[in-house]
Nanobody, 116 residues
């Protein structure tokens, strides 16, 4: 059973930084694509960043240049470094795993709140 556990959310002032972590278990981590998505109240869930098993990355337009996704296969963990945070980055952030058979798994989410 695949499990994803996010951590690192919290309250930060605009312009500040946070780093989210997502620890995965129950799968061969290095084979999976990993991602971060977010959902603000009243809005659809949107892509923040993705990283393939080979390390290729892509980002949502609104976070390009400010956020960085990375992975540590030895620790079965994916990270999201968020810099220059804005109030509009406020959302619940979800970790996502896509296994080699294209099954998708989600974490429980972690709240990020950016005050102005």
């Amino acid at each position: 059973q695949v499990q994803l556990v996010e951590s690192g959310g919290g309250l930060v002032q605009a312009g500040g930084s946070l780093r989210l972590s997502c620890a995965a278990s129950g799968s061969i981590f290095r084979l999976n694509a990993m991602g971060w998505y977010r959902q603000a109240p009243g809005k659809q869930r949107e892509l923040v960043a993705r990283i393939t098993s080979g390390g290729r990355t892509n980002y949502g337009d609104s976070v390009e240049g400010r956020f960085t996704i990375s992975r540590d296969n030895a620790k079965n963990t994916v990270y999201l470094q968020m810099n220059s945070l804005k109030p509009e980055d406020t959302a619940v952030y979800y970790c996502n795993l896509v296994d080699p058979t294209n099954l998708v798994y989600w974490g429980q989410g972690t709240q990020v709140t950016v005050s102005s």
